[in-house]
């Protein structure tokens, strides 16, 4: 709370002043003005009562769609950390050091992309988690099929691989912010912890699947298992919806729901 970059709805988050259910800072006015745009019904916006026990955090199937969503898309990420190199070797009939360079794409993508979808998330869709995670399964299931015609030219490969890097990874990290925002503070660990190790179960057992169909079929049949994994966090994350706590405002007496479409205080909007 004493770092100079944090904004005000941020500091009044981690003093629990005021509960945030979306993105902090300069965003919150539009997330919580009470106009409801096309995007927030595409993507089923809501007001909640965050979850405050742990047993709300288990029956909420928000939690679980996460949390599975986020399987699918570890799984993806490890199977491209431990399988491409193989592949680059075996099918691509690459040197090790031509390897390395090649393989190295993804992982340069994934820093672009993390970066850019955090930007994307909090700026263009105004702390709205859903559109980069809609985004980035979407674009998985193509950039898989993309892969069974991958060319064998290095340069050309290795721009395919980091644009493979990016899209994965555009709304990779949303996945873990997302508890922020449908849990109460205190339950956030918990929440997350679910979507964490749903996340690690499936880091470890895809790319064993990915072993056992290689040993009987071809890399096409792999790319075409991450296609349809992606297209199953891509229809997990649809099921989902867009958290937003209801917006509360601090006064002498405690705190006060404000009626839907009221503007917030000059203060509490500065």
């Given at each position: 709370s004493q770092a100079r970059q944090c904004s005000p709805a941020e500091v009044a988050y981690i003093k629990e002043q005021t509960p945030v259910g979306a993105a902090p800072g300069a965003v919150q006015k539009d997330v919580h003005s009470g106009t409801k745009s096309w995007l927030d019904g595409a993507i089923r916006s809501r007001e909640v009562d965050l979850l405050k026990t742990n047993k709300e955090v288990l029956r909420s199937w928000n939690v679980w769609a996460c949390a599975l969503g986020y399987f699918f898309m570890v799984g993806i990420t490890y199977t491209?950390?431990?399988?491409?190199?193989?592949?680059?070797?075996?099918?691509?009939?690459?040197?090790?050091?031509?390897?390395?360079?090649?393989?190295?794409?993804?992982?340069?993508?994934?820093?672009?992309?993390?970066?850019?979808?955090?930007?994307?998330?909090?700026?263009?869709f105004a702390g709205r988690r859903k559109p980069v995670m809609l985004i980035t399964s979407a674009a998985t299931v193509l950039s898989m099929y993309a892969l069974i015609h991958a060319p064998s030219a290095p340069l050309t490969l290795s721009a395919l691989f980091f644009c493979v890097g990016v899209l994965l990874n555009l709304g990779y990290s949303t996945f873990l912010v997302y508890p922020m925002a449908i849990a109460a503070k205190e339950r956030v660990p918990?929440?997350?912890?679910?979507?964490?190790?749903?996340?690690?179960?499936?880091g470890a057992f895809t790319p064993f699947v990915v072993g056992v169909i290689l040993d009987r079929f071809n890399w096409n049949w792999v790319f075409g298992l991450l296609a349809a994994t992606s297209l199953m966090a891509f229809l997990l994350v649809v099921s989902m919806i867009e958290p937003r706590a209801r917006s509360r405002v601090a006064t002498d007496a405690g705190t006060r729901d404000i009626p839907q479409g009221a503007a917030p205080s000059t203060s509490l909007a500065r």
């Open positions: 491209i950390m431990t399988w491409i190199p193989t592949y680059l070797v075996s099918v691509k009939q690459f040197s090790i050091m031509k390897m390395g360079v090649v393989a190295s794409a993804p992982w340069v993508g994934a820093i672009v992309g993390n970066i850019l979808g955090g930007w994307l998330s909090d700026r263009v918990f929440a997350a912890s679910i979507v964490n190790t749903a996340g690690s179960l499936g």
